[in-house]
């Protein structure tokens, strides 16, 4: 147990000093013949222990002030908290993502299966950044979602510019990721790719090189690729590389798997906090407010007398 103003114990020598001169103390007391009879000699020796005690309660009391004015103070128990997780979602939203896909397109399916998988993700921060051959972070990382809920009408392929949707920059659009994660230094950092495409930018060796950037960040990077086919071998490459995975979703369904299987394979993390010092004043109030009920009590009769 530590003291916020361990000085003040100091004065604790008051109420001891008090409590030492009312046991020994002999004054109002008027002795009579039957006190020195034996019966009633030892009946009176205990009489003047419950009297010297009912005398000494004020001087306890004070003690116990001084005891919480001097801020006792105690270690807090260990806590769990959770390790937050910073998802940034990297969506391809280029003309491709217009295609079929089950009874709406691909575009449709995977912002479905976005907010289902913020929605079962509650207390991590999400961001969302759009690309086609430009790029927009449309949602900053942030624990609320309702931006990433309103979304899906505003970045449709068909509503946007054609100059924004021609082409597929994935290396570009994973580059500005990195750059949004960087300034996270709180917490986990995890990038979702989608696409339907090949991009031309990550070749020649700059998929690797994207790929050490990310793990000396300690980034994670997951890609899914909507729609028929494999995964383009750049996407394998950065993906496995920074501890993440690729995988092709053929159809909606599949798509909601991929992301139950991403949830299971980053699962939140739970860490324990330091104690903390915190106020320990309730036992000793408890003891003192205790201490004066039993004093009122004894007060109603329970004291010296000179007879």
């Not at 013949?33 to 309660?57: E, I, M, V, Y």
């Not at 807090?76 to 937050?84: E, N, Y």
Request: aromatic letters at 14%; proline letters at 6%; hydrophobic letters at 40%.
């Amino acid at each position: 147990m530590t003291f916020t103003y361990p000085w003040v114990l100091f004065f604790l020598f008051i109420p001891f000093a008090l409590i030492l001169w009312e046991c020994q103390r002999r004054d109002m007391q008027l002795t009579l013949p039957l006190d020195h009879r034996p019966a009633h000699f030892k009946k009176g020796k205990w009489w003047r222990w419950t009297l010297n005690t009912s005398q000494c309660l004020p001087y306890l009391v004070l003690g116990i002030v001084i005891w919480i004015l001097a801020g006792p103070q105690r270690l807090s128990d260990p806590k769990t908290k959770r390790v937050l997780t910073n998802i940034q979602f990297c969506m391809d939203v280029s003309g491709s993502m217009m295609s079929q896909f089950g009874d709406g397109d691909r575009y449709e399916a995977a912002m479905e299966s976005i907010n289902e998988f913020v929605n079962y993700r509650e207390g991590d921060a999400f961001g969302l950044t759009v690309f086609g051959d430009h790029f927009i972070h449309w949602v900053p990382l942030t624990d609320d979602t309702t931006a990433l809920k309103y979304a899906p009408p505003f970045l449709n392929p068909r509503k946007l510019p054609r100059w924004f949707s021609q082409g597929t920059s994935i290396g570009r659009a994973l580059k500005e990721c990195r750059k949004l994660m960087m300034q996270r230094e709180e917490g986990d950092r995890l990038i979702i790719l989608l696409s339907d495409g090949y991009s031309f930018d990550l070749n020649n060796g700059a998929d690797e090189k994207l790929a050490r950037e990310f793990r000396k960040e300690n980034i994670t990077v997951f890609a899914v690729h909507i729609g028929p086919g494999n995964a383009p071998d750049p996407l394998v490459n950065i993906t496995s590389y920074t501890g993440g995975e690729v995988f092709a979703a053929g159809d909606p369904e599949g798509l909601k798997a991929v992301f139950r299987n991403i949830d299971a394979m980053q699962k939140s993390r739970l860490e324990k906090t330091s104690a903390e010092t915190m106020d320990h004043f309730h036992p000793y109030c408890l003891a003192g407010i205790s201490l004066l009920g039993v004093f009122t009590i004894f007060g109603f009769g329970l004291r010296y007398t000179p007879w």
